[in-house]
């Protein structure tokens, strides 16, 4: 028996088969849970449905929702309540922050607006969720489980407002688990390796960051959507009822190494 039977997921992110959320539905479905799905424009629609109907999800569990709109936000709880009376695990994995915000120096490429657009949907979405989703939490041991990355608390090239944006988005972790924990809440961060996502694919460089990360992981190798989806899971289960206002890193073990050995020493 799977260790999320009986539990019911929210995904919130799903885009592509790259996605990581894409990883973290697989291995939720393939340890029971019942899954609910948003797309964000009709664009990704048939495309969201037909991922869930593979799961086994039918086309009434998936609902619009654009995080940047409280409105959608609250209608895609209002949604949702009318085929499940409650729900167990919310999963945020969306980020985003203009293209042009992510090519070149930090300093001479940040405006206002691109900074405010990247806290927005990369951050305060988060909380958002969070806030409209309590009615459905409420009498159940809730597990809210959104995606961070490195940059969060180191700098790289051209990552830049979206680090900020990451950063913001751990502080946010810390302080709704330690406002929802009284309720029986529990809320983490998943901070994964590089993974060639759509998202990822903005940002300048970032094939040879893959490069760079396969060669100085204690594992000699990237992350996968596989990995971060079963850190998901277990995230998700009651295997982890002790763990909230975390950032878990899912990254071969690149954020410990300072310098890494040679493989030809």
């Not at 979405?125 to 969060?152: C, D, F, H, W």
């Not at 709704?176 to 924990?181: F, H, I, R, V, Y």
């Not at 029986?184 to 759509?198: D, E, K, M, Y």
Request: hydrophobic share 40%; glycine share 12%.
């Amino acid at each position: 028996m799977g260790m999320l039977v009986g539990k019911r997921a929210l995904i919130v992110g799903v885009a592509s088969k790259l996605s990581i959320a894409y990883g973290v539905a697989e291995a939720m479905h393939r340890e029971g849970a019942d899954l609910a799905f948003t797309y964000q424009n009709d664009k990704l629609k048939e495309r969201v449905i037909g991922f869930a109907e593979g799961w086994g999800t039918p086309a009434v569990n998936c609902f619009p929702c654009d995080v940047g709109s409280d409105d959608e936000i609250d209608a895609l709880f209002k949604n949702l309540s009318s085929i499940w009376d409650g729900i167990d695990i919310i999963v945020h994995a969306v980020g985003f922050a203009p293209g042009d915000q992510l090519n070149g120096d930090f300093v001479d490429v940040t405006t206002r607006e691109g900074f405010r657009i990247a806290h927005d949907i990369s951050s305060y979405s988060l909380v958002a969720l969070a806030k409209a989703g309590q009615p459905m939490l409420e009498g159940r041991n809730g597990s809210i489980i959104t995606l961070s990355y490195l940059g969060a608390v180191q700098t790289m090239p051209n990552y830049n407002v979206m680090g900020l944006a990451k950063a913001s988005l751990e502080a946010g972790v810390r302080f709704l688990a330690t406002s929802m924990g009284p309720k029986g809440h529990r809320v983490n961060a998943i901070s994964a390796g590089p993974i060639r996502t759509l998202a990822a694919s903005g940002i300048k460089g970032f094939r040879s960051m893959l490069s760079y990360n396969a060669s100085r992981t204690p594992m000699r190798r990237n992350t996968t959507i596989s990995d971060v989806g079963n850190t998901a899971a277990f995230l998700g289960s009651d295997l982890a009822s002790g763990i909230t206002g975390q950032t878990i890193y899912v990254d071969n073990g690149f954020n410990i190494t300072a310098m890494a050995e040679s493989d030809n020493n």
